[in-house]
């Protein structure tokens, strides 16, 4: 628990404190995946943490997380754990479909959920891959998200790249690292497999069926250890939790590079 191995409850601005020795500085468009249960006991908890981002950034810097949401995908590919065939037509027809406003995520964890719900925040349209952002940018990066390639360059992760984004892992590694499906999609080497995703039409749930990338987020730690490799880089520590911060742009084009050259 992390009351056992916290001396001091961490703080807003503790955290402020330690991201500003991390090097993030204000007016920086930050992508921010986290693990709580890395950290120290914080006062206020996910919203602490949030605060102390928007603090950091400033109003002229935007926040992004990914606010993925499986539990929508189509039934017949659920593994963790699997639903009886028998299910399969009933949960398609009466689940609801994606709304930007109301469906939780799924396997996020519970800072990207809190920063779902908090005002000004808003968020990408798309059934599985959506981000929510806050900043001056925010309606920018979100626009436009397309169907398939949905994690490609004219997604929220393509405008990230553009702005010179800084990645933010808090307690996690690579394997919890969407911008590398960046490098997938950039790198023109996966298969495509079928998908199929569910859209209210007049009323009426409507499944759509659409190509796309098998994402694979398990090739990411090999990655991220070749990176860090090659550019002698070194972890940080964030209230408590080891924390990688990385520059979007040079890690996706490293990243492109090594699928490309793995794969030939």
């Given at each position: 628990m992390a009351i056992w191995r916290t001396k001091k409850p961490a703080t807003k601005q503790k955290i402020v404190s330690d991201l500003r020795k991390a090097g993030i500085r204000e007016g920086d468009t930050i992508i921010f995946?986290?693990?709580m249960s890395k950290a120290y006991w914080i006062c206020g908890g996910p919203v602490a943490i949030i605060y102390a981002l928007q603090e950091a950034v400033g109003t002229d810097g935007n926040i992004v997380m990914p606010a993925q949401t499986g539990q929508?995908?189509?039934p017949a590919k659920w593994e963790n754990p699997p639903v009886p065939e028998s299910w399969w037509k009933t949960i398609r027809a009466e689940t609801p479909p994606f709304d930007p406003n109301v469906t939780p995520t799924r396997g996020m964890g519970v800072i990207a959920e809190t920063f779902r719900t908090m005002p000004d925040v808003v968020r990408s349209f798309h059934p599985y891959h959506s981000f929510c952002a806050w900043g001056r940018q925010k309606e920018e990066i979100i626009a436009n998200q397309p169907l398939a390639k949905s994690l490609g360059d004219e997604s929220p992760l393509g405008k990230l790249y553009e702005l010179s984004a800084k990645i933010i892992l808090f307690g996690i590694d690579n394997d919890n690292n969407t911008s590398l499906h960046l490098a997938e999609e950039r790198s023109n080497v996966f298969p495509l497999i079928e998908n199929q995703a569910a859209f209210r039409k007049q009323g009426e749930i409507v499944w759509r069926k659409y190509a796309e990338i098998d994402y694979n987020s398990e090739l990411f730690?090999?990655?991220?250890?070749?990176?860090?490799?090659a550019r002698d880089f070194?972890?940080?520590?964030?209230?408590?939790?080891p924390t990688k911060i990385y520059d979007m742009?040079?890690?996706v084009d490293f990243g492109t590079n090594?699928?490309?050259?793995k794969n030939h």
């Open positions: 995946h986290a693990s929508l995908s189509d730690i090999e990655l991220g250890r070749t990176y860090e490799k070194h972890p940080t520590t964030i209230i408590g939790a742009r040079d890690l090594y699928f490309q050259t």
